[in-house]
């Protein structure tokens, strides 16, 4: 138990002792859930670090890193992550948004889609890629769709708190609700993590669901399942985006190659790492 009263530098000093041992981000942590508490900006932890802690604000803050010292995700206990340089609900019901994947929502701006473009976000989670593009591209019309009935609440809740109600989300099992309507482009980062990964023991993937994470066939089942189903919602010449795993995109080239897509090209992400693969569909 930490002494009552601590300053901003002692209870983070504190608190990153505390973390060291069971996060790799021990003061990044407890940075965040310091500003959770006191619902402040970074830069107060910085500007006032003799200010001192209320009774109140001692007594979440250490319940809070007691929670994470157990594992849990920081952006399950405060209940939000930034991605894309905005904020996002999380939940467990679903991935919590990952920094590999703005190389998908950067690829995707980058392409020469026009202003209306039709834009399908498959398995979107928190809505993150979805609803990223669309801040950026407000004329883009943006589908999103999730096979999980709280994801699609949770997807919707970031839409209006994010005011991009031009958004629709569907409940559907990958196109199985997705009628009537072609694309010009279909971005995914569906679960592609192979249900053997050891990883999957560890960190904070143990608190997320498996169906936002694994697929079967080494994890390239439903990346696989897009990809093919995809040819019949794409326009033509239209574009195919995925995220995958970093070992996986040889296969995934070939996959789509296979499949009639052209212009292949895998894109690293900011850590150097195989993350996406493009095809077009002429
Ligand atoms: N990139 C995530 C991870 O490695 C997995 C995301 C996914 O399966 N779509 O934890």
Avoid at 21 to 39: G, P, Q, Y
Wanted: aromatic share 8%.
């Amino acid at each position: 138990m930490a002494q009552s009263s601590q300053t901003i530098a002692q209870a983070l000093q504190w608190a990153s002792e505390q973390l060291h041992s069971t996060s790799e981000s021990a003061k990044v942590d407890a940075e965040a859930l310091l500003l959770h508490c006191i619902n402040k900006n970074r830069s107060f932890l910085y500007t006032w670090p003799d200010k001192t802690l209320s009774s109140a604000q001692q007594a979440d803050f250490e319940a809070m890193v007691a929670t994470r010292q157990a594992g849990r995700p920081v952006a399950h206990i405060i209940g939000e992550r930034e991605f894309w340089s905005l904020p996002f609900l999380v939940n467990d019901t679903t991935l919590i948004p990952r920094p590999d994947t703005e190389i998908l929502v950067e690829s995707a701006l980058n392409l020469p889609l026009a202003d209306d473009a039709n834009v399908l976000d498959l398995g979107t989670g928190t809505g993150a890629i979805a609803l990223s593009l669309a801040y950026e591209r407000p004329s883009w019309q943006v589908t999103a769709i999730d096979k999980v009935p709280e994801a699609v609440a949770l997807a919707k809740a970031n839409r209006d708190n994010l005011k991009l109600g031009q958004v629709e989300i569907l409940q559907s099992d990958w196109f199985s609700e997705v009628t009537d309507k072609r694309f010009d482009l279909i971005v995914s980062n569906p679960p592609y993590i192979d249900e053997a990964d050891n990883h999957l023991s560890q960190g904070d993937v143990r608190f997320e669901p498996h169906s936002a994470l694994t697929a079967k066939d080494q994890g390239y089942a439903d990346l696989f399942h897009i990809a093919q189903t995809a040819k019949s919602y794409l326009t033509s010449g239209g574009y195919l985006l995925l995220e995958h795993g970093y070992q996986q995109a040889i296969k995934v080239r070939e996959k789509l190659i296979e499949l009639g897509y052209q212009d292949v090209a895998t894109i690293r992400d900011f850590g150097s790492n195989d993350r996406c693969t493009l095809g077009r569909l002429c």
